[in-house]
């Protein structure tokens, strides 16, 4: 079999993106936990869970790393509205840079412009997420504190300006 050689302008190592969404897995983990005491062996396994997404990302386990989250935030009391739009964030996160990390290979260059561009992407879709996140929370009950909606509306901004300000994919 041949091999293609691609020169890349600004190449991003594969083992970079993969450890990018084995902390963004143990991020949402720590969020979704937060405030609980976990099993031991719950968290040993949540360990092992997040090592595997590095290292066989095809498996599609940061599906499993969100499942083991949302578990988390039901088992628990209702979150408060900052920790349900970090929640929604970094679950879009996971689940992105977890599909990006499946394509390739321990040897892969990623052009920084593709992970650019999908990121521009991911804070395009962030901002009407964010909104409905806030009116889910609102209207399953939950009260919000001093500050909490300037809060949200800081979030949905910098989506917002992210989604204008990242690079166009060309």
């Known amino acids: 079999m041949s091999e293609v050689t691609v020169a890349l302008v600004r190449p991003l190592p594969a083992w970079l993106l ?3 969404a084995a902390l963004l897995g143990a991020t949402t983990l720590l969020v979704a936990f937060a405030g609980e005491r976990p099993h031991p062996l ?3 396994g949540l360990v092992a869970l997040v090592v595997a ?3 066989i990302p095809g498996l599609g386990l940061a599906a499993l790393v969100v499942l083991a989250a949302a578990t988390g935030v039901v088992a628990g009391g209702p979150p408060a509205l900052g920790v349900v739009m970090l929640l929604v964030l970094l679950v879009h996160l996971t689940l992105w840079t977890g599909a990006l990390a499946a394509r390739t290979s321990w040897r892969t260059q990623v052009e920084l412009g593709v992970v650019l561009g999908g990121l521009r992407d991911v804070a395009t879709v962030q901002v009407g997420a964010q ?6 929370t609102v209207l399953g009950g939950v009260a919000l504190g001093d500050g909490d909606l300037w809060r949200a509306l800081a979030l949905v901004a ?4 992210s989604a204008l300000l990242l690079p166009r994919p060309s």
């Not at 909104?131 to 889910?136: K, Q, R, S």
């Not at 910098?158 to 300006?161: C, E, L």
């Open 158 to 161: 910098a989506m917002g300006a």
């Open 18 to 20: 993969r450890g990018v």
């Open 53 to 55: 997404t590095v290292v």
């Open 42 to 44: 719950l968290v040993a």
């Open 131 to 136: 909104v409905l996140a806030v009116v889910a």
